[in-house]
Each structure stands twice: as structure tokens, then as C-alpha cells.
């Protein structure tokens, strides 16, 4: 207990235990220091002179022969003070540099992750985490690519969209004119808009899908100023697309 208790004060194990019997051997020779610890010599002379640097231990000479003494426990009060004046100095001067580490962290996020899905496996993953943590998305997808590529896998992604009240806004060309579903609104463009590629996004992610790819691929960008750029073009889209 007592060892623990000192490593909180700055000691490490092995300082704690030369301060601890030194302590109970009262003014010692380096010798007696050795011998009691069971430490190589050239570890005690460290060891010591770290507890002198921390103000744990002090020495008199004494015939040419230093004499350690380890420092009255009542003393480390002061020591503590002092480390805590000190975290007091170094917390303000942390809030002083607080929003500039704040400035280089959003700079940071405002760097794109790019990661690229491949296969049918891959592209589950992207759904299964819109299921997981979206409210809402928006989709431009003007084929019924998602359908043909994996036709199972869209009758339950549709159903888990619908069960956990997940809002879909999507545009599609013309010709696919069906009813809404739950929780969906859609606009339509011209046919002559089709496409392999679609787009998708939610929270700070726009995933492209290249749906004829062999296997078809999905390129996940995320990053907030990019997601907002591609939000910004659909609801661009979505304002002309027809109703």
C-alpha cells in the first residue's frame, strides 16, 4: 500500500522501495542501502540520486562518506502542493492552446477517408451501416441496379429501412414510376439520364456505386466539407426532378 500510495507522488516502484527502507533503516551509507535493497550498486547510486532530484531523500557527508536520509514523510505534503500548483499552471496553459488543438483537428477531419468496397459482401457493409446509423438518407439512382445485383439483400434492407422508420429521398428516371414507400419520397428526370454509377449519402459519407463493375464496386468518401458538396448537388437535383 505504501508503495502504490508514493508512485502517485512521482516515485517509481524501485524509488519507493529504497525511499520505504531507507525510512525504516534511519541515515544510511550507501552499503547498508545495497545490502538491505538487494539492488546492484550501480542501481542504488541512480536510484538515489533520482530521490535527491525529487526532494524524497538528502544526504550529509559525513568522513568523506555521503549519508542518505530519507525525507520526513510530514514534507511530502509540500511536494504535493508543489505538483499540484503545477498541474494548476499547466491546466491553464492547456486551455490557453485548447481552441488552436481544436483548429488542427477539424482540419484534419476535414481531410476525406477514402475506402473502396468490392463484391457483393462489401457492398452489404455499406448498407448494413445505413440500417445501424442513419435517420435519413438520399440516393441518385437512376438503374435498378441495386435490385439486380443483390435482389435478396434489397427485400430485407428494405424492410429493416422501413422497420427502423429510415427516410429515403431518391430520384430515379421515369420510366420507374412506382407508389412510395414508408418513410420515402421520390422525384423522377428523364430516362436519358440512366446510369450505371449512383450516388448515396448519409451522416458525413457519399458512396459512389459502380454497379456494372465486375464485381461491382462502392468508393466510400468521408469527410464533412466533401458530404456536403455532393448534398449540395442532390438537393440541386432534387429541386428540378420532377414529383
Same mark, same amino acid.
Given at each position: 500500500m505504501y508503495k502504490e500510495i508514493l508512485t502517485k507522488l512521482g516515485m517509481t516502484g524501485n524509488e519507493a522501495k529504497v525511499y520505504l527502507e531507507l525510512l525504516k533503516m534511519g541515515p544510511s551509507a550507501s552499503?547498508?542501502?545495497?545490502?538491505?535493497?538487494?539492488?546492484?550498486?550501480?542501481?542504488?547510486?541512480?536510484?538515489?540520486?533520482?530521490? /535527491?532530484?525529487? !526532494?524524497?531523500?538528502?544526504?550529509? %557527508?559525513?568522513?568523506?562518506?555521503? *549519508?542518505?536520509? +530519507? =525525507?520526513?514523510?510530514?514534507?511530502?505534503?509540500?511536494?504535493?502542493?508543489?505538483?499540484?500548483?503545477?498541474?494548476?499552471?499547466?491546466?491553464?496553459?492547456?486551455?490557453?492552446?485548447?481552441?488552436?488543438?481544436?483548429?488542427?483537428?477539424?482540419?484534419?477531419?476535414?481531410?476525406?477517408?477514402?475506402? /473502396?468496397?468490392? !463484391?457483393?459482401?462489401?457492398?452489404? %457493409?455499406?448498407?448494413?451501416?445505413? *440500417?445501424?446509423? +442513419? =435517420?435519413?438518407?438520399w440516393n441518385y439512382s437512376t438503374r435498378d441496379t441495386f435490385s439486380k445485383a443483390m435482389p435478396k439483400y434489397r427485400e430485407y434492407f428494405r424492410e429493416m429501412r422501413i422497420a427502423k422508420k429510415i427516410k429515403q429521398r431518391a430520384i430515379i428516371t421515369d420510366d420507374k414510376r412506382k407508389p412510395n414507400r414508408q418513410y420515402q419520397q421520390k422525384r423522377y428526370v428523364p430516362k436519358e439520364f440512366a446510369s450505371p454509377i449512383s450516388l448515396q449519402g448519409y451522416n458525413d459519407k457519399t458512396i459512389i456505386f459502380v454497379w456494372d463493375a465486375e464485381p461491382p464496386i462502392a468508393i466510400v468518401l468521408e469527410g464533412k466539407k466533401l458530404s456536403k458538396a455532393f448534398t449540395n448537388m442532390f438537393e440541386a437535383m432534387w429541386k428540378t426532378a420532377k414529383r
Open positions: 552499503g547498508r542501502i545495497i545490502k538491505k535493497t538487494e539492488f546492484q550498486s550501480s542501481v542504488v547510486y541512480h536510484l538515489l540520486n533520482k530521490l /535527491i532530484e525529487k !526532494g524524497f531523500v538528502n544526504f550529509t %557527508t559525513e568522513t568523506k562518506k555521503k *549519508i542518505f536520509s +530519507a =525525507s520526513d514523510p510530514a514534507s511530502l505534503n509540500n511536494l504535493i502542493d508543489a505538483r499540484q500548483e503545477e498541474l494548476n499552471k499547466s491546466k491553464e496553459q492547456f486551455n490557453n492552446i485548447l481552441e488552436e488543438l481544436e483548429e488542427i483537428k477539424n482540419k484534419n477531419e476535414e481531410e476525406p477517408k477514402i475506402t /473502396i468496397y468490392r !463484391g457483393v459482401g462489401g457492398l452489404q %457493409t455499406i448498407f448494413n451501416d445505413i *440500417i445501424k446509423n +442513419a =435517420s435519413e438518407y
